[in-house]
């Protein structure tokens, strides 16, 4: 952020405007109400950056897996681990099996939740 030299200090350019229009109001109203209105406004600037960054991450959705694990599938699901093997086992939730570990492709589990959807 580029800064501006002052008498008294050193202040960001946004700061030193905002410092200005103060003073211009001063003659208007007290110095108290004039030195709130500065605070408000650094503050509401500073949410508003805070809002853009937080808005900037929520924008990009997160990565899918393409397959789950039992235990992932439970979570989606809400539902126990026990559950889930049984869902699985059952052929309920398609599913195969690499040696002895089971995975789920992400579209089984989508299709299963579609195949069980009430009204």
Request: charged fraction near 20%; aromatic fraction near 4%; glycine fraction near 2%.
């Amino acid at each position: 952020m580029k800064t501006q030299s002052n008498s008294s200090s050193t202040l960001p350019v946004h700061e030193a405007a905002l410092q200005a229009i103060a003073q211009k109001m001063a003659a208007q109203i007290s110095h108290v109400v004039c030195a709130a209105f500065v605070e408000l406004l650094v503050l509401l600037r500073e949410q508003q950056k805070q809002l853009e960054t937080t808005s900037a991450r929520t924008t990009q959705p997160p990565a899918m897996k393409p397959l789950l694990t039992p235990v992932e599938v439970a979570r989606a699901l809400s539902i126990s681990k026990s559950q889930a093997y049984l869902l699985i086992r059952t052929g309920e939730i398609r599913s195969f099996s690499v040696g002895k570990l089971v995975r789920v492709r992400r579209e089984d589990l989508d299709e299963f939740i579609l195949e069980h959807l009430v009204g």
